[in-house]
């Protein structure tokens, strides 16, 4: 499991880099959405539009809601996850959100809570998704065939 933390680690620093970017550029079927919040903080959600299948977005149902439940109780706010058990799984989904460090509990429910909504509506059967928000971001990937 702690491989692929780490491989999970390292595909959602990837997505955060480079999803903007393919956004920016138009390529890859990326959309993005604009927050109409004033904050410049905000960004996206980013979502790749691709044909996920329905496991995958059962999967991704599963991660989103986990994310928005646990990382509000975890030290620094920060949480990661996968589903199902990548040693077994198919249409694997990792997930990961955290919260802004000088967030109270409840500022940090309320805004995983939006992202997960967000994301779960914009990115409908996107094989990835990012949202960042002034005080939480969240994002998901598939796993990579290895």
Known sequence: MKNSVNEF??????????LPTIVTAGGGGA???EETSSSSA???PY??????????????AHVLDELAN???????????TSFPDPA??????????????????SECVSCL????????????????GLVKLPLCGMSFVPAVAG
């Open 42 to 44: 905000s960004s996206g």
């Open 47 to 60: 979502c790749n539009n691709n044909d996920a299948s329905a496991d995958y977005e059962a999967h991704k």
């Open 70 to 80: 646990v990382t509000p109780t975890t030290q620094g706010y920060s949480y990661s």
């Open 88 to 105: 077994g799984g198919h249409d694997v989904v990792y997930g990961a959100a955290d919260c802004t460090p000088g967030a109270g509990v």
């Open 31 to 33: 959309v993005a959405v």
């Open 9 to 18: 680690a390292t595909l959602f620093v990837l997505l955060v880099a480079v």
């Open 113 to 128: 809570i939006g992202a997960k909504l967000s994301l779960a509506e914009i990115c409908a059967f996107s094989l990835y």
